[in-house]
């Protein structure tokens, strides 16, 4: 194989995923990734050429995400969530700029001695974020996936985080343990099974049980909230679908009818967070 430029392979990479409907930037991500390079080191190192082996696994990944939208998270294992680098694979959700929107939020909204707990944490990708930015928090995390949890603890271990985490459905373990607890965050399942068809080719690289929820998109969101009323938290915290602000709002008014939950939008001026004070 002939041992192109940067900029030559770059050139072919741009137009090959064009040609696939496919999002031409992917492929300078990805040789930042294998290169070990910035953006303008792309640009400085233009006519500098690849070595072989570099290349063969380029045209691999292109390829394959050309054919099949593979997420470039899944060829470098590696997600950055909240200026952090964060491993992930096929058994978490990859992290989505929206949920650090609500990271952001919440950050706003703690005094930073409170107990929180993030429901469904996946990679740990909110615990260990809010733990590093206030680190006098008490954070657990749960996920009924083990596989999750297994990433969780690498990330946190990554990070230098201490996390206590805890494996079971939604806030059951926490209720089980008997934690006190003054915040709950979730980034649930939110996605309506009527809507599996309108969704990208690179949401089937997302484990199922991280994206679908029945009824409509709210099950995660009904069971977290009569869980939490068990807890008597002070706050609650949910990543929403653009279109379930009313309806995750009446289920918190429901179980706690002294709060009155605000609808936060996201930077596309979308319904994204549910807060309430309890």
Known sequence: MKQPTIQEARKWASSFLQTHNREE???DLMLCYLLDATMSGLFMDAHEKLETKTYETFVEWIESHAATGKPLEHFTNTATFYERDFYVD???LIPRPETEELVQYLLGKLSGTETVVDVGTGSGIIAISL??????LRVLATDLSHEALQIARRNA????ADIEFLQ???LEPVIEAGHNIDVVVSNPPYIAQSDRDSLSDTVIFDPEMALFAENNGLYAYEQIIAQAKRLEPKQLAFEIGYQQGEAVSKLIQQAFSASSPEIIQDINKKDRIVFAAC
């Open 168 to 170: 079971g459905s939604f």
């Open 131 to 136: 733990k590093k930015e206030l680190p006098d």
């Open 25 to 27: 930037r992917v492929a």
């Open 90 to 92: 096929e058994n978490v």
């Open 157 to 160: 271990m990554t990070h230098d």
